[in-house]
């Protein structure tokens, strides 16, 4: 695991959009693995300036996002398909059909799942996957003692993840109760993986993370067994390191 220390939550955005980019000028039908949150709205932005400016196209690349609620469609502001439409794929070149999130409103979550694991495959896996990281160290929603064997799975959120994720909604009460996300093992299929922490918030899971033991009770901590994953953290991240 390669440690990229930042000063601060811009220069850790403009880093990652400049290795993706990079990545989708290197392999133009890149698939990459996309991950949401506030940590990732200004990696986001720099994508599309970088984009704009330097003319990479996305038009053959394929996406794959880690994760999305369970009951909210893509009209709804607080579903993972409608913050990836709004804050990165309107502008960039992508066709949405080749963006794929998995379908909160499928009537048989358990199917979805399985297909969206298979789709993962018939791409011939993620190039390169963006990662944040939980208050608590789960990666995705896959949330402490999660098996790292998982693969695509329905998960109940802990009321942490929930509390922690409520400031986005209307109350605590509108943050759904379940998730679909890609399990553990599929994301350490991944090719490469960058994991991205900003703040005093991840303080404790980053220091887990650096220094503790590989452990379910720390999902991120399986990124240890990885060959090729760079975490990119900013002095406050890394504050109690
Ligand atoms: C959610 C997402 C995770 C994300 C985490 C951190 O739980 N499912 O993929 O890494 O939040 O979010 P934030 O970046 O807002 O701190």
């Known amino acids: 695991m390669r440690v990229i220390q930042v000063n601060d939550y811009a220069e850790m955005s403009q880093k990652a959009a400049e290795m993706i980019s990079e990545q989708v000028r290197k392999k133009p039908d890149s698939v990459l693995g996309l991950a949401t949150g506030e940590t990732m709205l200004g990696t986001y932005a720099a994508l599309v300036n970088e984009h704009q400016q330097h003319n990479t196209s996305y038009r053959d690349v394929r996406t794959f996002n880690l994760d999305e609620y369970i009951g909210l469609d893509a009209t709804h502001p607080n579903s993972y398909r409608y913050y990836m439409n709004e804050r990165l794929f309107r502008f960039l070149d992508i066709p949405l059909a080749q963006t794929y999130i998995p379908n909160g409103c499928a009537p048989l ?32 929603f896959n949330e402490p003692n999660t098996s790292f064997a998982s693969t695509t799975h329905v998960v109940q959120l802990s009321e942490s993840t929930r509390k922690a994720n409520a400031r986005f909604f ?14 553990i093992a599929t994301i350490m299929k991944s090719k490469q993986i960058i994991l991205l922490v900003s703040g005093k918030r991840k303080a404790w899971a980053v220091s887990h993370l650096l220094e503790g033991e590989v452990t379910p009770a720390v999902p991120a901590s399986i990124l240890k067994a990885h060959p090729n994953v760079i975490v990119i953290a900013d002095t406050e991240a890394l504050s109690h390191v």
């Open 109 to 140: 979550l358990e199917e979805e799942c399985a297909r969206y694991e298979r789709l993962i495959e018939q791409c011939g896996g993620i190039d390169l996957q963006l990662l944040g990281i939980g208050q608590n160290g789960h990666i995705g």
């Open 170 to 183: 209307p109350s605590a009460d509108a943050v759904p109760t379940h998730a679909i996300t890609m399990g």
